[in-house]
């Protein structure tokens, strides 16, 4: 089969799409398929939003493929007698973010009629679509809410899987993932400072300034307890973390999706410690069974990594568990191209 | 600095603009910069859908790039405050290719419009340019004759000068290039006719079509020239194609009045290789000098047979001209470092 992907992206940055994208294209050519990656740039400045989406629609791919597969928007408005939607994030600030103070967006009569037409402009094209998918409960919701469509969660996976391994459940809970606010890793930190075992946390990700406040957090506690390496490990370094950790922790806020640190400690047998405001994160991880969701308080984050620590069974349990999840939701790649060709 | 090269795409098709925007952004890496290239799908039939692709173009919205390079219609439309154009082609069929009469575009009041469009388009751009490259005269002349704009002829260098390393001289000529009557390949096949060394001829190159494969199979099976001519009609890899120049006593290389060097003889000369060319060459000429870097010959078999009988002769002969093709070459500065840093000067 010829099939397009299409996204919008912004050049010279890559985001967690992009990786979804090349590691899908990667595994429809080992499947024989025809694969063409179409990128096209994508402001999402307001002012130039109508424009973007016209360029989107202009794309004609109709007789050059026989079937394509959009991702971020704009790039569900591409019009394809055979298209199906993999629904990433609505442009938020349009949609669920409107009328809060995360919206930069004045709301005034002019923006207000703006947005009515993208949320019908939107509905109309996803209404086209074969099928519409998105990658979480999430993100379906808010597309039943606002653009009145129906859809499925079909949750990415991560590529080359069997790369990940458990070699003991050892003294240390991991976190890997970029480091700001949303994410929280500063509870995690504070969390250390009631936990009565010898039970360590270890935190990587690319540097950004919120390390700094991290470091403040992590004043006073034994050196040994936290490590932070504020830097952008590779593939290799982070199998290598999980391999002998405890458990991962992933704490963001109203997240989007299951979130790839869950996903990649459950291929490593890890269970998860997760908020249970995390939105996404707990559609995979349920209490006590794939590993824990808390109310984002240090002291109930504390208790869990002692209860670990000293319970390496259980540990291992939810470990187990977290495997067998990945399973059980279809998060494989055979999974999710069979989805999205059929 | 980021750089962006936004070249044209057309689904499933891979091609020399879209090696030459491949190797482009490898380069502009070697040199520090970020780059990337941008691939905009173009449809071009029916006419109509020009407007709707140029319009697809001009409502593109680019940031975080520092430098746009264009390379083909209609994607360098894209608006960009610094942009640079590395002209491969128009769109052809508006203008050059109209005026012969071999255009999409419908001879109508319509087509006059769509036409019109593009050239509009076209011009509003080149003005905005802060830089007219093109790939080489031809180009350049038509820019001049149809849109009035001066432009800087910068040819595209050899993407893997690496495997042209040169080596002993062989046995064997190698004819390579697509094989068509314009490149006329049968030249030298009815030149093997009149040659009476055992030197032999190696034709290698992709058929246009399955009559230009036809016709030197059958002139070889007319002649018994079997022993002595190989044909290998085919798309070589591009270590096979190296492997067989390295090899090779010679070049042969014939096109009728081409519009520049040629990558034919350009891989020739980079692997030290004299070239057999004919008078009436065109563009080969400005390279090839009989007697210094290879034999130019009038277009004739007798003739063609004389110069591959001189080489056979003497070897030495033979490597002291293929060195002279190669300083002529290198002399030039086309190469991949030189022409990215004339592309960002």
């Keep these: 089969m010829k099939i397009a992907l299409v996204s919008s992206a912004m050049p010279f940055v890559d985001g967690g799409y992009k ?39 202009l794309l004609d791919l109709s007789d050059a493929t026989d079937r394509v597969v959009t991702f971020r928007p704009p790039a569900h408005v591409v019009p394809h007698p055979n298209k199906v939607v993999w629904f990433i994030h609505h442009f938020r600030v349009w949609y669920d973010l409107w009328g809060t103070k995360y919206c930069t967006i004045p709301e005034t009569p002019y923006w207000r ?32 809410e606002f653009n009145d469509i129906d859809s499925e969660p079909l949750y990415p996976p991560v590529h080359a899987p069997e790369r990940f391994r458990s070699d003991e459940y050892g003294n240390e809970i991991l976190c890997v993932c970029r480091f700001s606010n949303h994410k929280r890793q500063r509870l995690l930190v504070e969390a250390m400072h009631h936990t009565r075992t010898p039970v360590r946390l270890r935190l990587c990700g690319a540097y950004t300034p919120y390390v700094t406040e991290l470091e403040a957090a992590a004043q006073g506690l034994d050196p040994l307890k936290v490590a932070i390496e504020a830097r952008w490990i590779s593939e290799e370094e982070k199998i290598e973390r999980l391999a002998p950790a405890l458990a991962v922790a992933y704490f963001p806020t109203d997240e989007d999706s299951y979130g790839y640190p869950t996903l990649e ?38 208790d869990a990594f002692d209860r670990l620590w000293g319970d390496r069974r259980l540990a291992a349990r939810l470990g187990e568990a977290a495997q067998v999840r990945v399973t059980e939701l279809g998060i494989d790649w055979p999974s999710v191209v069979g989805k999205l060709l059929s | 600095m980021k750089v962006l090269v936004v070249n044209n795409m057309a689904p499933f ?10 190797h482009l952004v490898k380069h502009l890496h070697a040199a520090g910069e970020q780059a990337d290239v941008l691939r905009i799908p173009f449809r071009w039939n029916p006419a109509e859908r020009l407007l709707d692709e140029m319009l697809l173009c001009k ?22 405050p610094n942009k640079i154009l590395w002209l491969v082609h128009q769109y052809r069929q508006a203008y050059d290719l109209w005026d012969a009469g071999q255009s999409n575009i419908p001879d109508t009041t319509r087509g006059q419009e769509i036409r019109a469009a593009i050239k509009a388009a076209d011009n ?64 030298v096949v009815e030149a093997m006719r009149y040659v009476k060394s055992d030197i032999r001829l190696i034709v290698a190159g992709p058929p246009d079509t399955p009559e230009d494969a036809e ?25 096979e194609l190296a492997s067989l120049v390295n090899q090779a ?63 056979a002769a003497s070897p030495p002969t033979a490597v002291e001209m293929g060195l002279r093709a190669k300083e002529a070459w290198l002399a030039r500065g086309v190469t991949w470092p030189q022409t990215v840093e004339r592309l960002l000067s």
């Excluded at chain 1, 249970?276 to 209490?287: A, C, H, N």
């Design chain 2, 59 to 80: 409502n593109s919205r680019l940031t975080n790039v520092d430098l746009v390079i264009g390379l083909k219609f209609p994607a360098y439309l894209i608006p960009h």
């Design chain 2, 249 to 311: 006593l010679a070049v042969a290389y014939l096109p009728f009045d081409e519009d520049y060097i040629g990558y034919v003889t350009i891989e020739a000369a980079h692997a030290a290789k004299p070239v057999i060319t004919a008078l009436d060459a065109g563009g080969v000429l400005d390279l090839v000098k009989d007697g210094d870097t290879g034999h130019v010959v009038p277009p004739e078999p007798e003739q063609l047979a004389n110069a591959i009988e001189a080489l």
């Design chain 2, 215 to 239: 016709r030197l199979r059958r002139m070889v099976a007319e002649n018994d020239l079997e022993s002595r001519v190989t044909l290998d009609l085919r798309f070589l890899e591009r270590s």
């Design chain 2, 124 to 187: 509003a751009c080149f003005s905005s340019c802060n830089r007219l490259f093109t790939i080489h005269t031809t180009t350049a002349e038509r820019l001049r004759r149809y849109n009035g704009f001066e432009s800087e002829v910068l040819m595209p260098p050899l993407n893997d000068p690496e495997l042209f390393a040169g080596g002993e001289p062989g046995s064997y000529v190698v004819a390579g290039g697509r094989i068509n009557s314009a490149k006329r390949q049968h030249l």
């Design chain 1, 265 to 302: 400690g459950a291929h490593a047998r890890k269970g998860a410690i997760v908020a249970s405001d995390g939105g996404g994160v707990t559609e995979f991880v349920r209490d006590g069974i794939e590993g824990f969701v808390l109310d984002p308080d240090p002291r109930a984050i504390a």
């Design chain 1, 19 to 57: 990786f979804i994208i090349e590691w899908l294209d990667s595994v429809l050519r080992e499947q024989g398929h025809q694969v063409e990656k179409i990128y096209h740039p994508s402001l999402e400045d307001p002012e130039t939003l109508f424009d973007e989406m016209l360029a989107f629609r």
């Design chain 1, 113 to 144: 009629a703006f947005r009515a037409r993208l949320i019908r402009a939107d509905r109309n094209a996803l209404l086209e679509a074969q099928k519409v998918f998105t990658n979480s409960r999430t993100v379906s919701r808010r597309l039943r």
């Design chain 2, 13 to 22: 098709v891979w091609g020399g603009a879209e090696e030459l925007a491949h």
